[in-house]
């Protein structure tokens, strides 16, 4: 069965800082990775998904990911972050052979931006 | 599209009352998806649909959970009775398959049980 995990709880950074989250994965093959958002008293919105190809995701609101196989990691990115940016962030996995098997969400981080 | 919709947005009741929770997935979508968000225990999955047939309920905590999902188009969740630790953000998602693709999900329920 697939894992993740998101080894920062909480991350707080200075507005206009970069920002990296981290996420590691368990499978036994290539997964299929996402990131999520969640906005304070919303759902969640994908930023980006990883399934083959180019290891580097572009998403939306400016937002990049980088899959690395050796690592099994698949970090988030932001060169600059925007106050509005704050929020609380899934990844999360799915097997990439298919049938009836659920995505699996980490943790979460919670990152604060100030001022 | 109007996305995941989800009904009530907010939910107050007491102990031992009956709530029922109700999705309408995106049209289209085969699967749907129920999750429990709480602030000690995350985002839970708690049971997913694939057209229309319950594949896993491994994370419904309790018999007092219960769901159907009559068509394509209706979800429930219900709690009965509920619990005061019911208390939490309850979460509807559809996608167009299980694993493979994006879920979209819901603005959610926020239930409080007294």
């Known amino acids: 069965a697939q894992s993740v995990t998101q080894p920062d709880i909480h991350i707080t950074v200075s507005e206009g800082a970069s920002l990296e989250l981290r996420c590691n994965y368990s499978y036994g093959a290539t997964p299929y990775l996402f990131w999520y958002v969640q906005s304070p008293g919303q759902g969640l919105q994908l930023l980006l998904k990883y399934f083959s190809g180019d290891t580097l995701v572009q998403g939306i609101k400016g937002f990049e990911a980088e899959f690395k196989r050796s690592q099994s990691s698949f970090n988030l990115r932001k060169p600059s972050v925007h106050w509005s940016d704050a929020a609380e962030y899934f990844c999360?996995?799915?097997?990439?052979?298919?049938?009836?098997?659920?995505?699996?969400f980490g943790t979460g981080t919670k990152l604060q931006v100030i001022p | 599209d109007a996305g995941v919709i989800q009904s009530p947005r907010h939910e107050v009741t007491e102990m031992g009352q009956e709530v029922t929770l109700r999705c309408k997935p995106i049209s289209g979508h085969n699967s749907l998806f129920w999750y429990r968000q709480t602030m000690m225990r995350g985002l839970e999955l708690l049971i997913y649909?694939?057209?229309?047939?319950?594949?896993?309920d491994s994370g419904m905590p309790e018999d007092r959970f219960s769901a159907k999902m009559p068509n394509a188009s209706f979800s429930t969740l219900k709690i009965q009775p509920s619990e005061p630790r019911d208390s939490a953000v309850y979460f509807c998602?559809?996608?167009?398959?299980?694993?493979?693709?994006?879920?979209?999900f819901g603005p959610g329920t926020r239930l409080l049980v007294l």
């Open positions: 649909f694939n057209n229309n047939v319950p594949i896993d």
């Open positions: 998602a559809s996608s167009l398959h299980i694993s493979q693709e994006t879920q979209y």
């Open positions: 999360a996995v799915a097997p990439s052979s298919g049938g009836y098997q659920k995505v699996t």
